[in-house]
């Protein structure tokens, strides 16, 4: 019985100690508990969204202020950004062209605004994983009186985010006095005819007086190819040909540019659209001549539908066609293009709208059964364009047959 009651009062010993083991342990943590730092926690905080601009925006600078301008932009969208009438574009840096594009204009010595669009790799997952937190690149831009303004911009998954529209807004007088007071350099653009620089910047102003040259494909930088233009890739706008030496060369950017600013003074003078094709018709104006082996054409395409229509790659497209004694065609030659400059953006035409272009191309030598035509074709119907004629033809309004 004895050693009975023994046993009964060790186990009880036993609970006792692990009672009070567990009861220790407790304070412990409790202990532990209240030696942690305030607000203490073990979720991972995501770091806050950075401030930047988005949708339609006003930038105002003040004379002594070389600020830095911060915006969404979105894989998918495009940025226009406008500076005053008073001042010009002299410089763009690019930071990296691969993330941020800047739009070659061929009208660059004239323009007050650049266009930026995403680069091949801005919509990378390394790049989106930073989205609205930390910029992906910058562009700097300085003006002719010597404004400097940098533009981050930061990867937004969304349209609805990103910077589609910046106006800066600035007095180029006060921005003038403000660097002279700093001994800083002013009017960039009244110096002597510089050499050509490399491709980290592009110089975008000549200085006064002195015309801005076309530029062959072999001297052009790859920063500086024109996207909404064509090259022809050889030596024809470097130099003219045996026998032609004594000919002067017209520039071709500037004649089509202004081929493109009479007509958008004068839509009266476009008379007949051709046929509707899924949506779109062209009118065309008579050729141009521009020198002995240059012309340029001039046409505007209608979007009759509601919903936008995305022009495929290429588009518009200049070709010849040959006809048999029926009118039936039976080949198809390409015409080469030089310059290329438009209205539209980004090779959408929106509902309801009218885009203009003008093409300078090679001057064609045609025969009697021979056609110069221009194509239109959006990315759903690429195999049915939109025609029009653009020789003699095309002054009775360039009907599609």
Do not use: C, W
């Not at 009672?19 to 991972?44: F, I, N």
């Not at 620089?197 to 200085?207: I, K, Q």
Request: hydrophobic share 40%; charged share 20%.
């Amino acid at each position: 019985m004895l050693y009975g009651k023994q046993k009964v009062m060790a186990v009880l010993a036993l609970l006792a100690l692990a009672v009070s083991a567990g009861a220790q342990a407790r304070k412990r943590d409790v202990r532990r508990a209240e030696e942690k730092p305030a607000g203490a926690t073990h979720a991972v905080e995501q770091p806050p969204a950075a401030s930047y601009l988005s949708g339609e925006a006003n930038v105002a600078v003040s004379g002594n202020q070389n600020p830095v301008v911060k915006l969404g932009l979105s894989p998918n969208g495009a940025t226009i950004i406008e500076f005053p009438a008073s001042d010009k574009l002299f410089n763009i840096i690019p930071g990296n062209s691969n993330l941020v594009t800047v739009e070659e204009s061929p009208t660059k010595e004239t323009d007050r605004f650049i266009i930026v669009r995403p680069g091949d790799g801005f919509s990378s997952p390394a790049t989106m994983a930073q989205a609205r937190r930390t910029p992906a690149t910058s562009v700097i831009v300085q003006m002719t009186s010597g404004l400097v303004l940098t533009f981050l911009f930061y990867p937004v998954p969304q349209l609805a985010e990103q910077a589609h529209r910046v106006v800066v807004t600035y007095d180029r007088n006060e921005v003038i006095a403000a660097r002279r007071a700093s001994g800083l350099a002013v009017n960039l653009d009244s110096g002597v005819e510089e050499k050509q620089r490399g491709t980290a910047s592009l110089r975008v102003a000549p200085p006064n007086g002195v015309a801005a040259p076309v530029a062959s494909a072999e001297a052009q930088s790859p920063e500086e190819s024109v996207p909404n233009s064509r090259h022809s890739g050889d030596a024809d706008l470097k130099s003219p040909p045996p026998g032609e030496s004594r000919l002067k060369r017209v520039d071709l950017g500037n004649a089509a540019s202004a081929a493109l600013a009479q007509a958008l003074n004068n839509p009266d003078s476009f008379k007949k659209y051709g046929d509707d094709s899924h949506g779109l018709s062209i009118s065309a104006l008579p050729v141009r001549e521009l020198d002995s082996r240059a012309q340029v054409a001039v046409f505007k395409v209608r979007n009759n539908r509601k919903a936008g229509a995305r022009l495929a790659p290429g588009q518009p497209e200049l070709y010849i066609e040959t006809v048999n004694d029926q009118g039936k065609p039976v080949n198809v030659e390409a015409v080469k293009t030089y310059v290329r400059h438009t209205t539209a953006l980004g090779d959408l035409i929106p509902g309801k709208a009218v885009e203009y272009y003008a093409v300078a191309y090679e001057a064609p030598i045609l025969g009697a059964r021979q056609r110069l035509r221009v194509a239109v074709a959006m990315t759903t119907a690429a195999d049915e364009p939109a025609i029009a004629l653009l020789n003699s033809e095309a002054r009775k309004g360039g009907s599609k047959k």
